[in-house]
């Protein structure tokens, strides 16, 4: 009856596993595992280990990863208007079209460059223990969805991590990548 009830809770008794990794899905954990199967991430540290697990897996990628491609062009498109409301800006300023296009592409690099590499790797910095360049290359490697799983969020033995953290990556996660789209777009 433990045994039953452990698996149904999410832990995997068969194999040889590190007891550093902690098996139960709570709210957080969950999410942050979604949002790196339909981003394609898959650091492949939290993972469904059971046969209806995996095989549930398979279905959501099969709707999520299209529905995450629709999700990041809405997104673009919104960041797109934002970009066109800047660039019509600066043309009633007198400025010209060709000088306006990489003005506005430059903000919009530099800008992301700040929000979804440079701040939150002082966050990963502080929260993780990291220094800020592996801050710098975990943001890099997630958001590019290499996903190698040398670096994790939320599984450093002996931290303690709020409970939302997990999930504030995942969202983070997710506009990142509707930044780059949107730098593909312009």
Known sequence: QNLTEAIQNGVYPVGNESQIEDSNWDFSDSFFFAGTVVSTIGYGTLRP??????????????FGIPLNIVFLHRVGKMLSLLCKKLGKFLYEKGMRKKRIKSLTLLFFLV???????????????????????EGIYFAFITLSTIGFGDYVIGKQPGRNYFSYYRMLVAIWILFGLAWIALLFNL
């Open 49 to 62: 280990k059971t046969a209806g697990g995996q095989i549930f897996c398979v279905f959501f990628a099969l």
């Open 111 to 133: 800008m992301g460059i700040l929000v979804f590499l440079c701040l939150p790797s002082l966050f990963f910095q502080m929260t993780e223990g990291w220094s800020y360049s």
